[in-house]
């Protein structure tokens, strides 16, 4: 009955979204207000359905109902409660309901908090994002239903991947499709700006909130996903250039970039043409990392050719959204009147200048990712594109992008002051030659990546901070004036420095964990003894457990440091017997930013154990340095212009455009 | 307690992948162990989703490795190394494609990006300081008109 009721509620979603992306879009073009303001109302209702129906499909999990076919795919009686709930997005069916989840919260999100749009412009942003709603609520019920019954309920699950029995999977998901679908919103203002042939600086200081939300969301997704990887998959690495992990991280580059023209576009009212395609790119690049993961392209393109319902209909939703808005744009975007001048060396120069890296760097991403498929699917020719390409084409992109991140929020609007831009961030510079000297001391001076990326890493974070200072006037006033100057600054200017820092603190990470990362790759027996890095790891033996579904033979390791005592470890292998299947449970060690890393491999007829030992310096700022990120992007979102909203449009005529400096 | 340590031993041996690079496959010469690593690091574990033969479980993965460390082992260098695995598997097993006809959009992609969006963005500037250009000098009409209110 629960399953009925989810099913139906879902159907019921389906009809309101009709509703919504053909009604307020007829009551714009008439005037209609009465016709306009059914939006907001439909898509309220729209989101209490579609979470009726996830309601419904958590109940199925949560009492085991193994009638229903996919939670006797996904589910064991026995898992514990919180893997029963997150069990609901670890499957195709269940991940995609998930998804149209997220995406009417967004849309009752832009109901409630949009009072203060034009009515015109809400109608039909709120219209497109009920046609894309229209188009995944039917992928669900025609090819991806959740709710289907088995004519025999069987008397057991058939258990959850083991893999995705973690925490991680509990958050990782509904972070990544918070992000990905938090662009839609991103997307449907682009569409309704165009249809509505309007653009101007209030309609980036909409946008720029649900981009930002998206991005923190999308940012502490990939960075959850990462961790995962990390302590999941035992041999220590935290980025492998998988396609799924691309597909997550072209919108993430996409984003970033639109985040930065829109700020351009609200200041100054440029690249408005250009911050548009941005929005619309942002989103169709979620829907083909959305298709690239869910449609099972990536495997091969012949598992795709022998099962292509599925696919087939992610590929025509792909056409129709990314086909359609670029035409859109293409028809409507000449129509729409460019902004204000500006000199290239300025604050609009500089966000220009990381515009082009980080598209060019997308575009990288993109075509490595899809390069093999479809040279595949022309000329039959297999090659592999991996980490070795992604290293040696994105880094050198990103170098400039990083270069330069701390050069452009000292340069001034329309027309920028280099030489004292640079003069300002001597201290930084400083900073940054100590760490390249410091570096080359202790490795010696044949290495040359590791002192450049601290470096680079150092100048990024001092070069964060020396905006603050500078608007602080901390040399001229004094520190305690200064003090009161700095948290009186509009919290976006402290979002750009804290999300700046935050991506130098992620370099530093990167680099000091590649550089100085140790291993031991040993096979060990009771007793013995090994060390790394200034840790010595005495392998005492095995013991076995048992968990509510699975059994477990757990390695002990005492760690020594000098001799004392100062953890014992317990690595483990898991078998599931719904599925026997074994996973490698890693056992970490953190010190400060640094983890011991031990993970267990195959055991040997002698009677020893073979055991991967990692020393990892620094590794977990990796991971602190996207919530720093994350921290500076809440802190933008909660400035005082976007918390009071832009001001109701008054100007009956158009401005005038700005005059040319 | 010994019996227990031997079922739990074969319990691990039992159904367990292994696990990336094992103990037994390294090879004595840390030096040569160092090539063959960064070696494995280049290649990729046919049967699986873009992973390196360093990183995968898979056994082919495994013959794999210790396929280059015979070879390593045999003298060859890295470059040798490479050949007979292409020769063997085809290009398919590089993880950074050689620049061929086939790959040369793909290694070409960011220099070509960057170039296309580098020259849109000179020929935008140029457009905008053209158009941005002083007004043209005033007609005659409106230098007697001016004169005129001027007195």
Known sequence: ?661 | MLRLMRILIALLALGAPALAVQPDEMLQDPALEARARALSRELRCMVCQNQSIDDSDAPLARDLRLLVRDRLRAGDSDQQVIDFLVARYGDFVLLKPPFTWHTMLLWLTPLLVLAAGGAGLLRLARARRAAAHPPAPLTETEQRRISDLTG
């Open chain 1, 1 to 661: 009955m629960i399953a009925e009721i989810g099913h139906y509620a879902l159907v019921l979603a389906l009809a309101l979204a009709l509703f919504q992306a053909v009604v307020p879009l007829v009551g714009a073009r008439l005037g209609d207000l009465t016709l306009m303001q059914t939006a907001p109302a439909t898509a309220l209702a729209q989101f209490a359905f579609v979470a009726l129906s996830f309601a419904a499909l958590v109940a199925c999990y949560v009492t085991s109902d193994f009638s229903v076919a996919n939670v006797y795919e996904n589910s064991h009686s026995l898992m514990p409660l919180i893997y029963k709930m997150t069990s609901v997005w670890g499957n195709h069916e269940g991940s995609m309901l998930l998804w149209v989840l997220i995406l009417a919260l967004f849309g009752a999100a832009v109901a409630v908090f949009g009072r203060n749009l034009p009515d015109a412009l809400r109608a039909d942003a709120l219209a497109v994002q009920a046609w894309i709603a229209t188009a995944f609520y039917l992928f669900i019920l025609l090819t991806s239903n959740p709710f289907l019954r088995l004519a025999d309920a069987p008397f057991e699950g058939r258990d959850l991947n083991p893999i995705l029995q973690d925490i991680g999977l509990a958050v990782h998901p509904p972070l990544l499709y918070l992000g990905y679908v938090g662009f839609s919103i991103a997307f449907s203002f682009a569409a309704a700006a165009l249809i509505e042939g309007r653009l101007d600086a209030a309609w980036a200081r909409w946008v720029r909130p649900w981009t930002l939300a998206a991005w923190m969301a999308l940012t502490l997704g990939i960075a959850m996903g990462s961790y995962w990887a990390y302590y999941e998959l035992g041999w220590g690495g935290w980025w492998f250039w998988d396609p799924v992990e691309n597909a997550s991280l072209m919108p993430w580059l996409a984003g970033t970039a639109l985040l930065h023209s829109a700020v351009v576009m609200e200041k100054r009212e440029a690249l408005k043409v250009w911050t548009v395609l941005l929005a619309i790119l942002a989103f169709s690049l979620s829907l083909i990392g959305t298709f690239l993961v869910r449609s099972g392209v990536l495997t091969s393109v012949h598992t795709f050719a022998s099962d292509p319902s599925r696919g087939v209909f992610i590929l025509a939703i792909l056409v129709v959204f990314i086909g359609g808005s670029l035409m859109l744009y293409a028809w409507r975007a000449p129509l729409l009147k460019q902004g204000g001048l500006f000199a290239p060396i300025s604050r609009e120069g500089a966000l220009v200048f990381n515009n082009l890296f980080l598209t060019t760097a997308c575009a990288t991403v993109f075509v490595g990712t899809l390069y093999p498929l479809a040279l595949e699917a022309l000329t039959g020719e297999k090659i592999s594109v991996g980490a070795p390409f992604f290293n040696l084409t994105f880094i050198p992109l990103f170098v400039p992008i990083l270069m330069a991140m701390p050069i452009g929020p000292l340069l001034s609007w329309k027309r920028g002051d280099l030489y004292a831009a640079a003069q300002r961030l001597i201290a930084a510079a400083a900073l940054a030659l100590i760490g390249v000297a410091a570096t080359f001391a202790l490795m010696g001076v044949k290495a040359v990546l590791a002192p450049f990326g601290i470096g680079l890493a150092l100048f990024v974070m001092a070069g964060a901070l020396t905006d603050i200072v500078e608007r602080a006037a901390l040399r001229s006033v004094g520190p305690a004036i200064a003090a009161r100057r700095a948290l009186g600054l509009p919290r976006s200017a402290w979002g750009t420095a804290f999300a700046h820092f935050g991506l130098g603190v992620t370099l530093l990470g990167v680099v000091c964990e590649t550089t100085w990362n140790s291993e031991r790759i040993v096979a060990m027996k009771p007793g013995e003894a090994t060390s790394v890095a200034g840790y010595e790891l005495t392998f005492d033996g095995l013991l076995p457990r048992t968990g509510p579904n699975f059994r477990e033979v757990v390695a002990r390791f005492t760690v020594r440091q000098g001799g004392t005592p100062v953890a014992v470890l317990e690595p483990s292998k898991r078998t599931f017997s719904a599925r026997t299947m074994t996973t490698t449970e890693a056992a970490l060690l953190t010190r400060g930013a640094s983890q011991l890393y031990v993970s267990l491999g195959d055991s040997n007829p002698d009677g020893s154990l073979a055991a991967r030992i990692y020393y990892k310096p620094l590794v977990l700022l990796i991971w602190l340095g996207a919530v720093v990120m994350v921290l500076g992007g809440a802190l933008s979102l909660s400035d005082r212009r976007l918390r009071i909203g832009a001001p109701k449009r008054a100007r009956a005529v158009p401005a005038a455009p700005l005059p040319a400096e």
